[in-house]
């Protein structure tokens, strides 16, 4: 069963680069029909989509995000990152990592997730 | 930008059945997908494509879109439904997810 796990900076300093990964286990990166995703949670609040890199590399970005987001594959460690630049108090929040997946004309949305990682942006 | 719009909140009695509503300009003409989360823990999808229900998801889960809106029906509600309840949809290469709303079941 393919499960996700993120990890990295839980306290990021405003203006700096907030920086994490998720490893991927129990499949592979590589699978067709499946795209990796960054979403996240402030507190108390909603999900929020953040982008995904496909398979084949391809990467689509939060519009009202874009210009701050890079996500990245390693596909030799089976794992995506995300970097999310200069941060504020804003980007407080829960970052989830998710698969989702595509077949054909069959979409299934985020079926599985990561158990979320807090980062917290203060000085 | 796409938005889609859910109730803040539902409160329902246990036993009787919850509709929750998702709205945006011709959602029926793009896939819809919800998810549940409880507490302290990761979304989980209960719904896809519309109206399927993934392994493992109980049937009194069930889910339908059509015009500008979707709706997520939960059958014979119980409290260990209790949670918050995301609809999700694509547009134009962006993933959208509705506010979220809270389901209380007393």
């Known amino acids: 069963q393919l499960q996700l796990q993120e990890s990295g900076s839980g306290l990021v300093k405003p203006s700096q680069t907030l920086s994490l990964t998720c490893a991927v286990s129990g499949g592979s990166i590589t699978s067709g029909g499946y795209s990796w995703n960054w979403i996240r949670q402030p507190p108390g609040k909603g999900l929020e989509w953040i982008g995904y890199i496909s398979q084949s590399g391809n990467t689509y970005y939060n519009p009202s995000l874009k210009s701050r987001v890079a996500i990245s594959v390693d596909r030799s460690k089976n794992q995506f990152s995300l970097k999310l630049s200069s941060v504020t108090a804003a980007d407080t929040a829960v970052y989830f990592c998710?698969?989702?997946?595509?077949?054909?004309?069959?979409?299934?949305?985020?079926?599985?997730w990561g158990q979320g990682t807090t980062v917290t942006v203060s000085s | 930008s796409y938005e889609v719009t859910q109730p803040p909140s539902l409160s329902v009695s246990p036993g009787q059945t919850a509709s929750i509503t998702c709205s945006g300009e011709?959602?029926?003409?793009?896939?819809a997908c919800w998810y549940q989360q409880k507490p302290g823990q990761s979304p989980v999808v209960v719904i896809y494509q519309d109206n399927k229900r993934p392994s493992g998801i109980p049937e009194r889960f069930s889910g339908s879109n059509s015009g500008n809106t979707a709706t997520l029906t939960i059958s014979g509600t119980q409290a260990m439904d209790e949670a918050d309840y995301y609809c999700q949809a694509w547009d134009s290469s962006t993933v959208v997810f509705g506010g979220g709303t809270k389901l209380t079941v007393l």
């Open positions: 011709k959602l029926g003409e793009k896939y």
């Open positions: 998710a698969r989702e997946r595509l077949l054909g004309s069959n979409y299934y949305g985020f079926d599985v």
